[in-house]
């Protein structure tokens, strides 16, 4: 199950690097845009916040990683840690957009489903190991 939950955070990681890349990178891009949904001027008028938001999502991708490699190479304690803080705050996060913004239910669940299959199966394998 750890592994199991070591991939899964893995995933969700490598979702969030792809939104970082559309919000920091491609924001005013159509693919973005449609993503998104925002029109042309919408993604002007939001693409500093957009910039900083991607960011964010870079950060919790980028701890969830690290844990992943601190886990592997041994150090797990630091690992697990790192990867429930890192999914654990995309869970969070895309909790926040569920309740915020309902109509975004899709996003949001494709944001909040693989860390929080991420963090329980690594609880359930750290418990059980």
Request: proline share 3%.
């Amino acid at each position: 199950m750890v592994v199991a939950g070591l991939v899964l955070a893995g995933i969700a990681g490598l979702i969030h690097v792809y939104i970082f890349y559309l919000e920091s990178v491609v924001w005013t891009g159509a693919r973005a845009r449609a993503v998104f949904g925002t029109s042309r001027e919408e993604a002007e008028v939001t693409r500093q916040l957009a910039f900083n938001q991607g960011f964010y999502n870079l950060f919790l991708a980028v701890a969830v990683v690290v844990g992943i490699v601190a886990y592997a190479v041994g150090a797990h304690p630091v690992g697990a840690t790192l990867v429930f803080v890192g999914a654990g705050s995309m869970v969070a996060a895309g909790l926040v957009l569920l309740v915020s913004a309902p109509s975004k239910a899709s996003a949001a669940l494709k944001q909040l489903l693989p860390p929080l299959l991420a963090v329980v199966a690594l609880a359930v394998g750290l418990s059980l190991g």
